[in-house]
């Protein structure tokens, strides 16, 4: 009877062995010691390490590992071929859009992140909106100064050169709004008659930028007298001024890529809940003059520098944001009609 038992025991054991072998890889490959994200670069992804990246570490162990650039074109190579070597990727509002509609990013679970307060275009289903920046009008201290879009193409009360960007979606809703259009009538953009404003003032267009640093060059050397230009490029720039009224705000979103392995968008959803929080978007913004969706920042930042935040609340109420969903649907048209456009300058 006892070597009846006893080989039962043994059985049981034995039968108990696999299994336990079984698990171990298991819980092993479930351990997450880094997540990969995939940003634009330059101060921003520097303000993405001081401000979310060391906290987060700090709290969970995990790393947080960055590269640079971030193209569509490297998302949609990654998810259609499977090969997924990170789990977030960094996308303008527009081309989220877009990255939705192809199926390359997830639906953010927003009960995991339980987020701190934020701006509610920032809590995008499909993505974080983690930096906001702003594109108006800049000029030299010392230039007579603009107060609207109106005042920008005057050029006969505010004569000069002009500088605009190389982008329909940063160049004709300005023209609308001096052509007098409110701004909650922008959307649908009449983009024919957004061109014909800008063609009324071409002989004042000397340049048609490009690359976000040629606005400020242009500006420090004399070459224009008044610039649309992206707010971070300018607030910092001693001699020059930006004006938020009638600017328009956007965002930069950071996505889940699709098919990422889900432990460690579990653990992505940790670091989501670090960009919400206050202090954190405070120590982002010492990095680079665009600021995050908390709308407790205000009392972090220094007093001193509220005037070069797009998100502090002087700033904020007077600009409108940029409508991502419009320019998903219209973007080909409208840039077809840009290039038309600049063969008349």
């Known amino acids: 009877m006892e070597s009846k038992m006893q080989r039962r025991t043994l059985m049981r054991t034995a039968a108990a062995l696999p299994l336990v072998s079984l698990l171990r890889p298991a819980t092993a490959r479930a351990e997450v010691k880094e997540i990969r994200m995939i940003e634009a670069g330059g101060k921003s992804g520097e303000s993405i390490e001081k401000g979310y990246g060391d906290p987060f570490t700090a709290k969970t162990g995990i790393k947080l590992v960055r590269e640079s650039p971030a193209p569509l074109g490297k998302l949609r190579a990654m998810v259609e071929s499977g090969k997924i070597t990170a789990t977030l990727f960094e996308l303008g509002s527009g081309t989220m859009v877009h990255a939705k509609s192809l199926g390359l990013i997830e639906k953010l679970d927003w009960a995991a992140i339980n987020p701190n307060p934020m701006f509610p275009e920032a809590r995008n289903e499909y993505g974080f909106g983690y930096q906001y920046y702003s594109t108006g009008m800049a000029w030299q201290k010392g230039t007579k100064p603009l107060r609207s879009w109106a005042d920008f193409f005057n050029t006969k009360d505010f004569p000069g050169k ?160 940029q409508n991502a969903e419009y320019w998903a649907e219209h973007g080909e048209e409208g840039n077809k009609k840009w290039e038309t456009f600049k063969l008349s300058l």
């Open 162 to 321: 002009r500088a605009i960007p190389d982008y329909v979606g940063s160049a004709v809703p300005f023209a609308l709004l001096a052509d007098g259009v409110p701004v909650d009538k922008l959307f649908p953009l009449d983009i024919d008659r957004a061109l014909k404003k800008l063609l009324s003032i071409r002989k004042d267009i000397s340049v048609v930028w490009k690359a976000g640093a040629q606005a400020p060059q242009l500006l420090n050397d004399g070459e224009v007298q008044y610039a649309i230009a992206w707010s971070g490029r300018i607030v910092e720039e001693p001699k020059l001024v930006f004006n938020f009224n009638g600017a328009m705000a956007d965002l930069a979103f950071i996505c889940m890529i699709k098919g990422s392995p889900k432990e460690e968008q579990a653990a992505a959803a940790k670091l989501y809940h670090e960009m919400s929080v206050a202090k954190n978007q405070a120590r982002a913004a010492e990095v680079v003059a665009y600021t995050g969706p908390s709308p407790d920042l205000d009392a972090l930042l220094p007093k001193d520098k509220l005037f070069m935040y797009p998100t502090a609340k002087v700033n904020k109420d007077v600009q409108w944001v």
